[in-house]
């Protein structure tokens, strides 16, 4: 039986030329679909309508994408600041809480309002803004000039002229500058008081004494019966606040001297005190505007060098603003607050003793002084 002996090289030919041959085939195919399909996109660039709606077809996801994203952020934003409105809210509903006091506590609020009041007369009254020195320099005056302890007209101001011509036994006449007047006091309850205070001086006692009885007023009979959620809008805590303001006016004098800038605090601290009484309390807002008025009273005592004073100052009202925001100590912490500031009439009045303005009082009350026999 003859046998066929098959070259293995053209047996392996074949499938190779079938593959090339159908990849040619393949290959002619994929030209041709490349072909048509750029004739269609060509087609399509021609075509503006066709273009348009296909940007159109391709913009809309994203610009509802867009809204989408927009509107979340929107309702994301008032979300937020929903959440600091609340937060807030609950904040100051909690320093509130902090504030609310029992009846006792309540009544020592009174209770330390009433030392900075008595010592205000009493420094006005006792004649402590007269110094020893005052008097010494008046005696030796005297003694040197061996004249009667008593001052021309011409070197008196305004206001001691008013008191020579209340108290003195000679009447005074305002054309005749020669005139000898005595200007004193001679009270014999008051053995200390030779002759009226200065202004400044008086000023700051008038403040003082004239504000207390209305915090006095509201801490011992209406905050302890009325409802915290009443006591915010009571007329009797609105004059309180209102009268911190004709203090601070009284202390702007005391402190300065100056009448422009006095008048100036008065206008200020005169709508501050009306704000008081708008139907709508705005308790941060006025607490604001009480911190200005105290820093405008503060401000004439560092403006003239008097850095003691001024320190001194501060750190009362850094004490005293510390137990007021911080309430260390619970509810009493609002009557240690009036404590340290029982400290403020010593300072502000002495102050208010070294102004120029001050000055020629305290030269006649000295010599009234000696005159006395002191």
């Not at 048509?36 to 075509?47: A, H, I, Q, T, Y």
């Not at 909690?94 to 209770?111: C, G, H, L, P, T």
């Not at 053995?191 to 000023?203: C, G, R, Y």
């Not at 006095?262 to 200020?268: A, K, P, S, T």
């Amino acid at each position: 039986m003859p046998v066929r002996i098959i070259n293995c090289t053209e047996q392996s030919a074949e499938p190779a030329a079938a593959k090339l041959k159908t990849s040619i085939i393949v290959s002619q195919q994929n030209s041709f679909e490349s072909r048509k399909s750029n004739v269609v996109m060509d087609s399509d660039e021609d075509d503006p309508l066709l273009c348009q709606q296909e940007e159109d077809d391709d913009t809309t996801p994203i610009k509802q994408a867009s809204e989408a994203v927009s509107n979340d952020g929107g309702a994301c934003q008032q979300e937020m600041e929903m959440t600091k409105r609340r937060k807030r809210q609950f904040d100051y509903q909690k320093f509130n809480d902090k504030r609310i006091m029992s009846a006792q506590q309540e009544r020592w609020n009174a209770v330390t309002m009433l030392p900075a009041m008595v010592y205000g007369a009493y420094f006005v009254l006792a004649g402590c803004w007269l110094g020893i020195e005052n008097i010494e320099m008046a005696r030796r005056q005297s003694e040197g000039r061996s004249v009667d302890n008593t001052a021309p007209t011409n070197l008196l101001g305004h206001w001691m002229a008013l008191a020579a011509t209340i108290f003195s036994d000679k009447e005074f006449d305002s054309e005749d500058t020669t005139t000898i007047i005595s200007g004193c006091i001679n009270f014999p309850w008051l053995t200390h008081l030779h002759a009226f205070p200065p202004l400044p001086v008086l000023a700051g006692a008038l403040g003082i004494v004239v504000h207390a009885p209305f915090s006095f007023l509201y801490h011992w009979k209406y905050a302890t019966k009325l409802h915290p959620s009443k006591r915010l809008e009571h007329w009797s805590r609105r004059l309180d606040h209102a009268f911190i303001h004709f203090a601070s006016a009284c202390m702007a004098y005391a402190t300065s001297g100056n009448v422009p800038y006095f008048l100036v605090n008065v206008v200020y601290n005169l709508d501050c005190a009306l704000k008081q009484f708008e139907e709508k309390v705005r308790p941060r807002r006025n607490q604001t505007r009480i911190a200005i008025s105290i820093l405008l009273y503060i401000l004439p005592v560092l403006q003239r060098g008097d850095y003691r004073d001024f320190a001194q100052l501060i750190l009362i009202f850094t004490l005293s603003g510390w137990f007021f925001i911080v309430y260390p100590i619970g509810g009493y912490s609002h009557a240690m607050f009036h404590v340290v500031v029982a400290f403020l009439p010593n300072v502000i009045m002495k102050s208010a003793c070294k102004l120029e303005v001050s000055r020629e009082q305290i030269e006649l009350a000295a010599r009234c002084a000696v005159r006395a026999g002191v």
